[in-house]
């Protein structure tokens, strides 16, 4: 304990010898100094203020005026997501467009991708040039890990469904590796969807599709967590386990998949995996169909008429035991319930799935 405190001391001292040092530069008109410390009033708090953001907004602006890439990136972003200043998309779209074209900065370069993926700050939508923005960021050295991955994913997905390119499953599949080289989570669950389809050339192995949802679900993916809960499941690529199958399909439910949610009522509803449970069925069907399921409708609609009215009354109001966030999931490209409408003459142990892919109108 006394060392410790004796370490933090010296690091506090040694972090307050590197502030002043960066701060007179920073005063003496040093671009870098002055990015630097625009970083630092954003990254080394647990919760950033307002004023925290306005003081890095002027840092940043100091070094984009001198001509730093970086800085005139994050300066974009500032305006785009109104970050210490008010949202100025045309503001954005000049500093995007300074950062990548003059500079070359490759976040930027992807960031110019997205506004003409969208159409918004100002430019049309046009995949032709999204898809060579992302080219651009994809093959460019001065990208950080996460944007250049981001990029690749994108590609990939560009020329999954022939947007702004003409369709190509082994194009998208080479992209689809770069990416998940870079950790991109999006692209581990395309791999695993490729290997489990037979996409792109590959033959089909649930093993290694095993292997790539796992790394997805670990990285936070809902996606990826979502087949990965269906594999153990089924036991496709793996022995099947009903436990670690709600384990996952609860962390993607947290995620604000609507499916995972609607999956978990039913495995509650069947006693898989957990205890029975109709009331913790009813919550988790509610909640999915607020996230706008709707299939789930058909599941309550049977529980409720095992419940007696006042209990069949509960709403996601009821649900705050549960720590999860309470947010509208987003959809998943090609995912297709095969259930058909009308009450079930049983209720089926799980709805009926299909692989769930990580890119449709989410931000890539």
């Given amino acids: 304990m006394i060392k410790s405190f004796f370490l933090k001391k010296a690091f506090d001292k040694k972090e307050d010898v590197v502030s002043s040092t960066l701060k007179k530069q920073a005063l003496q008109g040093n671009a870098q100094a002055q990015y630097a410390l625009g970083k630092k009033c954003i990254t080394v708090k647990d919760e950033i203020s307002d004023y925290d953001r306005s003081i890095a907004l002027d840092w940043f602006q100091k070094a984009a005026e001198s001509g730093h890439g970086a800085a005139q990136h994050e300066l974009a972003l500032a305006y785009q997501h109104g970050l210490g200043t008010p949202h100025n998309p045309v503001r954005a779209l000049q500093w995007f467009t300074e950062s990548a074209t003059t500079h070359d900065y490759g976040d930027a370069q992807y960031q110019l991708g997205t506004l003409y993926y969208y159409g918004i700050c100002g430019v049309p939508q046009d995949y032709a040039m999204t898809y060579q923005w992302f080219l651009k960021a994809s093959n460019n050295l001065n990208s950080t890990s996460s944007s250049l991955g981001a990029a690749q994913n994108s590609l990939g997905f560009l020329y999954q469904r022939g947007w702004g390119v003409e369709q190509d499953y082994h194009q998208a599949l080479q992209w689809f590796i770069?990416?998940?080289?870079?950790?991109?989570?999006?692209?581990?669950?395309?791999?695993?969807?490729?290997?489990?389809?037979?996409?792109?050339?590959?033959?089909?192995?649930?093993?290694?599709?095993?292997?790539?949802?796992?790394?997805?679900?670990?990285?936070?993916?809902?996606?990826?967590?979502?087949?990965?809960?269906?594999?153990?499941?089924?036991?496709?690529?793996?022995?099947?386990?009903?436990?670690?199958?709600?384990?996952?399909?609860?962390?993607?439910?947290?995620?604000?998949?609507?499916?995972?949610?609607?999956?978990?009522?039913?495995?509650?509803?069947?006693?898989?995996?957990?205890?029975?449970?109709?009331?913790?069925?009813?919550?988790?069907?509610?909640?999915?169909?607020?996230?706008?399921?709707?299939?789930?409708?058909?599941?309550?609609?049977?529980?409720?008429?095992?419940l007696d009215n006042e209990k069949v009354e509960t709403s996601a109001a009821d649900f705050n035991n549960i720590t999860m966030t309470h947010k509208k999931s987003m959809s998943m490209d090609n995912t297709i319930h095969l259930y058909t409408n009308g009450a079930p003459s049983r209720i089926p142990k799980h709805h009926s799935h299909h692989v769930y892919t990580s890119n449709k109108t989410r931000q890539f």
């Fill in 178 to 306: 770069k990416a998940a080289s870079n950790n991109n989570s999006n692209a581990q669950n395309q791999l695993g969807v490729y290997h489990k389809k037979g996409l792109g050339g590959l033959q089909r192995d649930h093993r290694l599709a095993f292997e790539w949802y796992s790394k997805s679900a670990k990285n936070g993916n809902s996606s990826g967590q979502c087949n990965l809960a269906w594999m153990y499941y089924d036991g496709n690529g793996t022995k099947q386990d009903y436990v670690k199958s709600i384990k996952w399909f609860l962390m993607a439910a947290d995620n604000h998949s609507h499916d995972a949610q609607l999956q978990v009522g039913v495995m509650y509803l069947n006693g898989l995996g957990v205890k029975p449970d109709n009331m913790m069925a009813l919550n988790y069907l509610t909640l999915a169909i607020e996230n706008g399921n709707q299939h789930a409708q058909e599941y309550k609609d049977y529980l409720s008429g095992l």
